[in-house]
């Protein structure tokens, strides 16, 4: 791991010389990134240097600013992760902030549909299961993640002030860009049951529950599940649900709907559910975990990252693997990965 001690040396050599003229500092920053591109500090510095042209210039400057640099990503990522813990603390109007300088970068234009589709995937398990359990009939150009991600946030900051017409929109379009990613599916699906379009969100939901690979993403397809449940005022099995998806994530929603629903059916009888939970479940065709072929597809990634020896790829979806499934086959063979990581010093 590098030391931040040098990279904090740059970042404080480059805030020192700061012209205050906006023209000026637009054409020195770009020229500190450009010094910086192919330096271990890369990441350090452009998250510097988007903190102070967010404060310093305007929207449309900052694009320019991004375009110009031939490399907009270490630029946006930062924005980003700031924008995504925003709107998880709930945090909007701080949020809105940033929007204003991500968006140009995620209502980009793709290109239409012919004899290829374009499409971009978070992770290579989402690219992995599209290929093979979704078969593409046409050729796959697979454009960059941090777009869709950036529509992906925007969606979930329009839900949050509670715009859903607009937050449906964008998360429909982040979807056709990433058409098996669980978290987009399950915002959408939360939305869709909102406003009672059970039969859009049907489909949906079983997909989320097929793609979660993420451990949120799975407790999400369950209150969602649950939802849809109490919407049919099948309250055992919405119980049910709610009470699955703790298993994975504890979620203030969760809980308030399960007080929910013990103001209708009275006291929850937890010895109860956990004894006929996936009896009841079972019964209604709902899904009692994650899917077979996710947890396939993690450990065969694994496997041919061992096979390249490249320990700690294959640990991170064993890992992955291990938080949706409690096994002991993917905890030993966690425990052997690590104990090779210690023996070659890594860890």
Not at 36 to 50: D, F, G, K, T
Not at 124 to 135: A, N
Not at 294 to 319: F, M, V
């Amino acid at each position: 791991m590098i030391s931040t001690g040098p990279c904090d040396s740059a970042v404080q050599e480059i805030l020192a010389g700061l012209p205050s003229d906006p023209d000026l500092l637009i054409q020195y920053l770009l020229a500190a990134f450009r010094r910086y591109e192919n330096h271990p500090c890369i990441l350090h510095v452009a998250r510097e240097i988007s903190s102070v042209l967010l404060t310093r210039i305007s929207p449309e400057d900052f694009t320019r600013f991004c375009m110009d640099s031939g490399n907009p990503e270490p630029l946006l990522t930062p924005l980003l992760s700031d924008l995504t813990g925003l709107v998880a603390d709930r945090s909007f109007d701080q949020a809105a902030l940033f929007l204003p300088y991500l968006l140009p970068f995620g209502e980009r234009s793709w290109p239409d549909f012919s004899t290829e589709e374009y499409r971009s995937f978070r992770d290579l398990i989402e690219y992995t299961y599209y290929m093979t359990e979704c078969s593409p009939e046409r050729d796959l150009i697979m454009l960059p993640f941090l777009g869709t991600d950036i529509l992906y946030m925007y969606g979930k900051y329009l839900s949050g002030i509670r715009d859903d017409e607009a937050a449906v929109r964008v998360l429909q379009k982040a979807r056709h860009q990433s058409p098996v990613h669980a978290g987009i599916l399950g915002e959408l699906v939360s939305l869709l049951l909102k406003s009672r379009w059970t039969t859009e969100a049907g489909p949906l939901l079983t997909r989320s529950f097929r793609t979660a690979w993420l451990k949120e993403d799975l407790a999400l397809a369950f209150r969602n599940q649950g939802f849809l449940f109490s919407l049919q005022e099948d309250d055992v099995a919405a119980i049910t649900c709610y009470l699955m998806a703790e298993t994975w994530e504890e979620s203030t929603d969760g809980r308030e709907e399960l007080r929910l629903l013990s103001g209708r059916v009275g006291d929850i009888d937890h010895e109860y559910y956990n004894r006929e939970g996936l009896k009841i479940l079972t019964y209604r065709g709902v899904s009692t975990g994650p899917d077979p072929v996710i947890i396939s597809l993690l450990t065969g990634i694994a496997e041919n990252y061992l096979d390249e020896n490249n320990l700690l790829k294959a640990r991170e979806y064993l890992i992955r693997a291990g938080q949706l499934l409690m096994s002991d086959e993917i905890e030993d063979r966690i425990m052997m990965i690590e104990r090779r990581l210690e023996d070659g010093g890594v860890f």
